[in-house]
């Protein structure tokens, strides 16, 4: 095993695309993932690859549709109020099927919010931000090892089915620092081979075109449908969870990211306290692990969503369980945080059934 | 084991280094390590603090939100770290700058003249090292080797010398014990 070196974890992110075979970025900066474009503008650039920063995030993300067009592997990233900003080019890449690859370091919204670590971009990153019915492929890491690693996993499904991916972390986890260890080799950029839908030199072939659009009378639909198919496979092969302690639970919470490891803390309060309390992590977003859920809802009766938010994730948690158990919530939004102690007393409450099922526990 | 650390203070006194280093040691000795910078919206003489967890297990939450150790440099920092410190838990105070008493009786507290020793030794800026060898020999949590060891592989620039002083005021900072 390689030494595991402590890094940050938003310049474990840059370097893991970077192993990935990222060979442009672009971006606009914003607090908590300045390390990203900072340290991409230096290392870039030593690999043979380009660095740009944009003039603002919808450059940004439409500077990135272009390269990704070309078939190279290329990233832009940003923090909540600018991922918003480059849903309109997130929608077109998503529906001229690029691989396009987009971090995104969340902090508290809406609007300006604040520049702490939060989770309120799960709706957007799940569902769609932008216009269109569209998927992104979507992994939440919950530390630094998987900021450095989950890269390599975004860029395989983006090419594999060509679609959008990205890796939504917060803060927390962008400013953090924790060892690492590099577990895939490092990808050899002349090795890829070009797609065969790449803009590049014509000479010799067909044209080649990419395209969000299509004003045929039902070609949209056409096209659309065609990718759903592409969507099916992700859903069937590509959903990936943790589970913590599930053999005896009688109460499953639910967490990804920072949550996550705030639930891990908190399960182990409650287990000394003689609860027998569980922990799914959902690793990607979407796909939602639902089946896994809808099997888990077999045994269990009792969920809690924990989330720093107002509550979003626990829609899809309700989606997958469909009424077979109780769904709980213990949430906070604002990118205030959530300690372990707060979400023990929770798991108590909800024990002792005094928790108000859906509540939002303040 | 577990030890879930604070470190407070005024931007400049070397509150995140201490964090890195003493999470860098931890890995040195094979433990499980996290550190997480406050990141507000700080600035030059405003107060900074970090969070530290050296684990045996793996680190679950890495904001401390009760610490086992809270080590605060400055006046603001007692005030608002010492209602954090688990029951039971040890609070280490810079007596060089803070002249408020802690009030909890709950908790264990160590008194290190932090920038009085740096100043004997020479150089002011060590004081965070002195405040980290009293931590290290109070708690165990990491050793003043491993904290020495950490130091030019966080700091790649620092001469011999420096390292030496460093090293010359984690020791120091180490002779301060618990009543």
């Known amino acids: ?362 | 084991m577990y030890q879930g650390i604070r470190i407070s203070g005024f931007g400049g006194q070397g509150v995140i280094s201490a964090g890195v280093l003493l999470a860098q040691a931890g890995l040195e000795e094979k433990k499980e390590v996290s550190f997480f910078p406050a990141y507000g919206a700080e600035m030059r003489g405003g107060t900074a603090n970090c969070s530290v967890v050296v684990s045996s297990e793996e680190v679950a939450a890495p904001i401390v939100s009760e610490p086992d150790t809270a080590i605060v440099l400055n006046e603001p920092s007692l005030a608002k770290f010492e209602p954090m410190v688990r029951p039971g838990g040890l609070l280490i105070v810079n007596t060089s700058l803070i002249n408020s008493k802690p009030t909890r009786k709950d908790i264990k507290v160590l008194n290190v003249p932090c920038n009085e020793i740096a100043a004997e030794l020479g150089n002011g800026k060590v004081m965070n090292m002195v405040a980290l060898g009293a931590f290290a020999a109070a708690t165990g949590a990491v050793s003043i080797e491993a904290i020495a060891k950490a130091l030019p592989k966080v700091y790649k620039k620092l001469k011999p010398e420096v390292i030496e002083l460093n090293v010359q005021a984690l020791k120091k900072g180490a002779g301060f014990k618990l009543n």
């Open chain 1, 1 to 362: 095993m390689a030494e595991k070196k402590l890094w940050k974890g938003n310049e474990a992110l840059a370097e893991g695309a970077i192993r990935a075979g990222c060979r442009f970025f672009a971006g606009y900066p914003i607090t908590p993932q300045n390390e990203v474009p900072e340290y991409m503008s230096w290392r870039l650039p030593q690999v043979g690859g380009a660095f740009l920063q944009s003039e603002s995030e919808v450059a940004a993300i439409n500077t990135v549709y272009g390269a990704g067009a070309t078939g190279v592997r290329c990233m832009t990233s940003s923090s909540s109020p600018g991922i918003s900003l480059k849903q309109e080019g997130i929608s077109y890449a998503a529906g001229a099927d690029l691989p396009i690859f987009i971090g995104n370091v969340m902090r508290g919204g809406p609007g300006l919010g604040n520049i702490a670590g939060g989770q309120g971009d799960y709706w957007q990153a799940t569902r769609g931000g932008g216009h269109g019915d569209y998927r992104c492929f979507v992994m939440a890491p919950n530390c630094v090892n998987e900021m450095a690693n989950f890269p390599h996993k975004c860029y395989e499904v983006s090419f594999k089915y060509r679609i959008p991916s990205m890796v939504l972390a917060d803060g927390i986890i962008g400013q953090m620092m924790e060892p690492v260890e590099f577990k895939y080799p490092e990808v050899d950029v002349k090795t890829l081979k070009e797609p065969e839908w790449a803009l590049g030199k014509c000479e010799g072939r067909n044209k080649r075109i990419v395209k969000s659009y299509d004003l045929k009378e039902g070609g949209v639909e056409i096209m659309v449908n065609e990718r759903v198919k592409r969507y099916d496979q992700i859903e069937a092969n590509e959903v990936m969870y943790e589970e913590k302690q599930l053999e005896d639970a009688d109460i499953v919470m639910v967490a990804y990211g920072t949550s996550s490891r705030i639930a891990a803390a908190a399960m182990k309060i409650a287990r000394e306290k003689g609860l027998k309390v569980g922990l799914f992590r959902p690793i990607t977003l979407w796909p939602f692990p639902k089946v896994r859920l809808t099997e888990l809802a077999k045994r269990v009766k009792k969920f809690v969503a924990v989330e720093m938010s107002l509550g979003q994730m626990v829609e899809d948690v309700q989606l997958a369980i469909n009424g077979r158990a109780d769904v709980y919530l213990h949430a906070k939004p604002g990118a205030s945080i959530i300690t372990a102690e707060e979400v023990a007393k929770t798991l108590e409450s909800i024990s002792k059934k005094e928790a108000k099922e859906y509540a939002a526990v303040k």
